[in-house]
């Protein structure tokens, strides 16, 4: 193999200048179920497929958290190290408002999880983080929608897709994502962009759904009834 010896740490380069582990940890994304971001005029949504088991408390999601009022974040991967970097972007958020008096920015919440991740590139004895992020909300500079990998990176979208298919599902968006669409086209167009990829492509048990309004600016949990009619509209977005 040509990895032999090179992947037993996070810190040594094989001889082609690649990292094993962090390419495992992506790997581990693209395995994991899809997560959707989408920005709109009026607001930004966060969409996962998540699969209910029967007895299930229903209106729970695992793979959608808040962050602050006003950010929120869906991952994809390994949900328990989301878990872990979810808590340290709300201590990291309570801070800056301890500190500053303000509300911190999105960017800011998307830069200190990306140098979270680093660090765990950099040393021995741990291994990358095995999940991608989608960091979403509204600040003073506006809507925003950023995307953090296990090597660190960072970058900023107005509409994007990660996990199991997200390649198919990113040329989905690209197709049909329109900057002035309202956040109830937003949120259709990520059902359409989900069941894209689904095992399940009816009904709305396999989708969890938050959104930030421009207006409320305030982080919410999409009821089952607006799911029901977000679902309605989104054959609008078939191929």
Do not use: C, W
Not at 39 to 56: F, H, Y
Not at 113 to 131: C, E, I, K, M, S
């Amino acid at each position: 193999m040509a990895s032999r010896g090179y992947d037993m740490t996070p810190t040594m380069y094989s001889p082609d200048g690649r990292i094993y582990q962090v390419e495992y940890a992506i790997e581990t994304v693209k395995r994991g179920t899809l997560a959707i971001g989408v920005l709109s005029k009026e607001g930004v949504i966060m969409a996962v497929e998540e699969k209910p088991r029967t007895l299930q408390t229903p209106n729970v999601t695992q793979k959608i958290f808040q962050v602050d009022y006003h950010i929120g974040v869906a991952a994809a991967g390994y949900i328990p190290d989301a878990r872990v970097q979810v808590d340290n972007a709300r201590f990291f958020s309570q801070g800056n408002r301890m500190t500053y008096d303000e509300s911190v920015e999105v960017a800011t919440v998307a830069k200190h999880l990306a140098d979270q991740a680093h660090q765990f590139t950099q040393y021995g004895g741990v291994r990358p983080n095995g999940v991608s992020m989608i960091i979403a909300g509204i600040d003073q500079k506006g809507e925003s929608i950023y995307v953090t990998d296990p090597s660190g990176t960072y970058v900023q979208f107005a509409a994007v897709a990660i996990g199991a298919g997200s390649d198919e599902v990113n040329e989905f968006l690209e197709k049909h994502y329109n900057e002035d669409m309202s956040l109830d086209d937003a949120a259709s167009l990520a059902i359409a962009a989900i069941n894209l990829k689904a095992e399940t492509k009816e009904g709305i048990n396999h989708i969890k759904m938050a959104k930030i309004t421009s207006k409320e600016k305030v982080f919410e949990k999409v009821s089952e009834s607006d799911l029901q009619k977000y679902s309605q509209n989104a054959s609008k977005f078939a191929q």
